[in-house]
């Protein structure tokens, strides 16, 4: 196999604003993997809250180089992902998730066959996914919902955290307002402390919200599943539980688990957790960070495992450069195509 690197820069369609910071691009690295005449993809994007920037993405992929090439199949090194949690030990999740992407789409393109049924899944799963609303003031958020719900979203997550928690509340009720059928989840990324989350829970919950991410800080796992234990919504770990370990230390003390492949260390590691779940009273959410279709798609061919899908980070760009998973009518479907499914996008102005 030979290996291939090139990254792009993903603009956001506009800025968007959560407690911790405010984001308007990200650089992506695709990882390129050619064997036999075809060749399958990944992306990995840089993330300062993940500690991986494009510099260190970029380092790894070539400290790699030569331990991939070396593999004789893709399939072999597939299977080694497959069987080995700890098979490129010295790669950040993020990046494992690329390379493991782009062997399955290669392998899934040597054979015929889509990611999904790979992956033990036989017709392409679909899914509603939630789309996200920034930090905004409540005209503005009631206008997006109100077009988003207009688009065929049924379920909306709003981003909360701010100094002054009557703006979230007043949020969430514009956003109530503009798309009154939606499905409404709630994530402050972390700002609250246990005492303003155990004030504040109760108003949420009156005002419709189905569930909320990681309302407080990270660190303290103990004390998010003591918040589940009296919350009256459901509590969704997300910084909390980064990988297997951590989601396996929470299953049956939390409602739920946000599995992010980037987080994670891509479909395998997410397939362990969703076994480590099973049965525990935990569910699944699928997350994603920002990204391209590229980045998003392996985590599509997932989605039957989960309750809730939040995987809009392709839909908060200003120009996707890959296409073939939706998600512009709230519905993100895995392609049938062999592979990922993903093909290239057209430029900005039409040109291929």
Not at 4 to 26: F, H, K, N, Q, Y
């Amino acid at each position: 196999m030979k290996l291939r690197t090139r990254t792009e820069r993903l603009l956001l369609a506009e800025p968007l604003r959560i407690s911790r910071s405010v984001m308007a691009a990200r650089d992506a690295v695709v990882l390129s993997l050619h064997h036999g005449g075809l060749s399958g993809s990944g992306e990995v994007v840089s993330s300062e809250y993940l500690h991986l920037p494009t510099e260190v993405i970029l380092r790894q992929t070539e400290a790699l180089r030569p331990r991939i090439e070396a593999l004789p199949t893709p399939e072999q090194a597939l299977d080694s992902l497959r069987d080995d949690d700890h098979a490129f030990p010295e790669l950040s999740p993020g990046v494992l998730a690329a390379v493991e992407a782009a062997l399955l789409d290669l392998v899934g393109k040597r054979s015929g066959l889509p990611a999904h049924q790979l992956l033990g899944t036989p017709a392409a799963p679909a899914a509603a996914t939630a789309r996200t609303i920034g930090i905004t003031d409540p005209v503005r958020a009631a206008a997006q919902a109100a077009r988003l719900a207009a688009a065929g979203f049924t379920v909306l997550k709003v981003k909360a955290g701010t100094d002054d928690p009557a703006e979230d509340l007043a949020r969430i009720e514009a956003v109530r307002v503009g798309a009154p059928g939606a499905r409404l989840l709630l994530d402050p990324n972390g700002a609250w402390t246990p005492a303003a989350a155990k004030a504040l829970l109760p108003l949420f919950a009156d005002l419709g919200v189905e569930a909320v991410e990681q309302p407080i800080a990270p660190g303290t796992p103990d004390a998010l599943a003591e918040l589940a234990q009296s919350s009256p919504l459901p509590i969704v770990a997300d910084e909390d539980a980064v990988g297997h370990e951590d989601a396996a230390r929470l299953a049956g003390r939390v409602h739920g688990v946000n599995i992010k492949l980037a987080k994670c260390g891509g479909v395998m590691a997410a397939l362990r957790i969703c076994e480590a779940l099973h049965g525990t009273g935990t569910e699944v959410m699928l997350g994603c960070l920002t990204a391209s279709s590229l980045g998003i798609a392996p985590a599509v061919h997932l989605v039957d495992r989960a309750r809730w899908v939040d995987l809009d980070g392709h839909l908060l760009l200003a120009h996707d450069p890959w296409q073939g998973i939706g998600g512009q009518d709230g519905t993100v479907r895995a392609p049938d195509r062999a592979g990922l499914g993903v093909l290239p996008a057209p430029a900005p102005g039409g040109k291929a």
